[in-house]
């Protein structure tokens, strides 16, 4: 079972940066996806970014060239930096992940969350204009 702990969210004002942290328990897989997904009140979640274990990274059309999604393996942490903030970006975030038999290929994994399996808690992110 993989355990996912988000951590970082707070206030920001639109323009500025904030960047969330994704502690995951250690877990052994050779494939696997990792994502940062969001859900503002009265929406549906979405998805924000992924990650697979290449490090071929996805992104929402949405965050396109303002937010980054990175690992850093030898602490089992994934980040995500957002830039350039708007108050459409307010959400709780979730740090997801999904696990793959055995190996596969580069491919970029979704930014569904139908496609995950593991969820963290979520970090609230407010964004004031």
């Known amino acids: 079972q993989v355990q996912l702990m988000e951590s970082g969210g707070g206030p920001v004002q639109a323009g500025g940066s904030l960047r969330l942290s994704c502690a995951a328990s250690r877990f052994t897989a050779n494939t696997y996806c990792m994502g940062w997904f969001r859900q503002a009140p009265g929406k549906e979640r979405e998805g924000v970014a992924s990650i697979n274990n290449y490090g071929t990274t996805n992104y929402a059309d949405s965050v396109k060239g303002r937010f980054t999604v990175s690992p850093d393996n030898a602490k089992n942490t994934l980040y995500l930096q957002m830039n350039s903030m708007k108050p459409e970006d307010a959400a709780t975030y979730y740090c997801?992940?999904?696990?793959?038999?055995?190996?596969?290929?580069?491919?970029?994994?979704?930014?569904?969350?139908?496609?995950?399996?593991?969820w963290g808690q979520g970090t609230q992110v407010t964004v004031s204009s």
């Open positions: 997801a992940a999904k696990i793959f038999p055995g190996f596969l290929g580069n491919v970029a994994c979704p930014v569904l969350p139908g496609n995950y399996n593991h």
